[in-house]
């Protein structure tokens, strides 16, 4: 019975990423992850960052890859799935099932994802940008999910979409990146931005691929 409630619970969530990813080209959806999954990740997250796995993050891809602070403050842990830690597997799994569910209501061919754990510095951003490179343009949807406890609004950190308008103009949706939270948005459509925070600011975040990953930077 709890089994088929949690399943139910976890189709309602599908349903509400696909809905709204079809009518707005984003989504939020609270309560993605439940309070202990949340603390199990940032576990491994300490795990990790014990370990001294995290690396600075860049901008660009490939030949073009830079490190600029100004630009982009996080610090990245990419995840190799045949290496995941139990935790990480579930969320894994779960993301593997969110991928079919959009596959089968809104068409758009996802083959394949990438996720690494972010940690942003209190006072780093990360400036406007899109996720989808110049010279590679196989992301297709970007997903992020906040493992932050206890967030406030006065701790910052929002993640700032530009949504455009049909008069040419953008409205801004600003988020809270409260633990739990899912955000999911256009890879290749909508700009959007960090900003800074008070406290440090931990997410899984990734890409759903409309081509398989090992064969995106051929």
Not at 39 to 63: C, M, P, Y
Not at 165 to 190: N, W, Y
């Amino acid at each position: 019975m709890i089994e088929e409630l949690e399943d139910e619970r976890l189709l309602q969530k599908y349903e509400q990423i696909a809905d709204r990813l079809s009518e707005k080209g984003y989504a939020i959806v609270d309560n993605f992850l439940e309070p202990h999954e949340v603390k199990n990740l940032l576990e491994v997250l300490t795990h990790h960052q014990e370990q001294g796995t995290f690396k600075k993050a860049g901008i660009g891809s490939a030949d073009q890859f830079t490190v600029d602070k100004q630009v982009r403050g996080d610090y990245i842990r990419w995840i190799e799935p045949s290496q995941a830690l139990p935790p990480t597997q579930v969320f894994l799994d779960r993301m593997n099932e969110v991928m079919r569910y959009i596959n089968r209501t809104c068409f758009l061919g996802l083959k394949d994802y990438e996720f690494h754990f972010t940690v942003y510095p209190p006072g780093t951003v990360y400036q406007r940008h899109i996720d989808q490179f110049q010279a590679n343009d196989h992301r297709r949807l970007s997903f992020i999910c906040y493992l932050n406890e206890d967030w406030l609004p006065e701790h910052g950190g929002n993640l700032r979409l530009y949504l455009p308008k049909q008069d040419g103009s953008e409205e801004e949706v600003d988020i809270l990146p409260i633990a739990g939270r899912l955000a999911c948005f256009r890879a290749d459509l909508i700009p959007h931005e960090v900003l800074a925070a008070t406290r440090h600011r931990y997410s899984l975040t990734g890409w759903m691929l409309d081509q398989l990953k090992e064969l995106t930077f051929l």
